[in-house]
T-cell receptor
Framework: TQTVSQSDAHVTVFEGDSVELRCNYS??????LSWYIQHHGHGLQFLLK??????VVQGVNGFEAEFSKSDSSFHLRKASVHWSDSAVYFC????????????FGKGTSLTVIP | DPKIIQKPKYLVAVTGSEKILICEQY?????MYWYRQSAKKPLEFMFS???????DNQTASSRFQPQSSKKNHLDLQITALKPDDSATYFC?????????????FGAGTRLSVL
């Protein structure tokens, strides 16, 4: 069974700051890791994903995430946030079993102060 | 235009009643899913369908029954409603049921059971 842990429930930064949202996972096999964003009152939208290759993956709107097998982590980063980045961010893991079943973390609420 | 349509957006029901949540996707996808999100629990996987066949059911209660009349439809019937069923229910889809596919979400149906 996969588990996903997002240690920070809330993160608050100022516009223009950099931010890192943390995600740790637990699974012994091959997995896909993803980040999704949810703006208030909306469904989740895909940001980026990793399976293999370059551990740093680029997503939309300047987001990137770095996979670390040794730390079992897939942290999301942005160099300079905008107020419109305020949303809840979900990390997700899906086992590479050929059959899809995403498990989501509890989410991190990011507030960007203009 | 939204590619995954969920109806209704808001739903109020009385305890013990039955409701059907509608989901239609126009992405040409072959796999569809239901997730539930509430204040008490993080985003929770409920069902997955691939080519109109049930792939996985993580919902303990038989009061929740998915219904797939067409490949691009996956409705959710909930019987004998309880206050604990109050949540936002998200429909999602992906190209097929493979692990590497990206999930696309609808805007959700917010259900309140009184």
């Amino acid at each position: 069974t996969q588990t996903v842990s997002q240690s920070d429930a809330h993160v608050t930064v100022f516009e223009g700051d950099s931010v890192e949202l943390r995600c740790n996972y637990s699974y012994g096999g091959s997995i896909y890791l993803s980040w999704y964003i949810q703006h208030h009152g909306h469904g989740l939208q895909f940001l980026l994903k990793y399976y293999s290759g370059n551990p740093v993956v680029q997503g939309v709107n300047g987001f990137e995430a770095e996979f670390s097998k040794s730390d079992s982590s897939f942290h999301l980063r942005k160099a300079s946030v905008h107020w419109s980045d305020s949303a809840v961010y979900f990390c997700a893991v899906s086992a590479n079993t050929g059959y899809q079943n995403f498990y989501f973390g509890k989410g991190t609420s990011l507030t960007v102060i203009p | 235009d939204p590619k995954i349509i969920q109806k209704p957006k808001y739903l109020v029901a009385v305890t013990g009643s039955e409701k059907i949540l509608i989901c239609e996707q126009y992405l040409g996808h072959n796999a569809m899913y239901w997730y539930r999100q509430s204040a008490k629990k993080p985003l929770e996987f409920m069902f997955s369908y691939s080519y109109q066949k049930l792939m996985d059911n993580q919902t303990a209660s038989s009061r929740f029954q998915p219904q797939s009349s067409k490949k691009n439809h996956l409705d959710l019937q909930i019987t004998a409603l309880k206050p604990d069923d109050s949540a936002t229910y998200f429909c999602a889809s992906s190209q097929d049921g493979q692990s590497q596919n990206t999930l696309y979400f609808g805007a959700g149906t917010r259900l309140s059971v009184l």
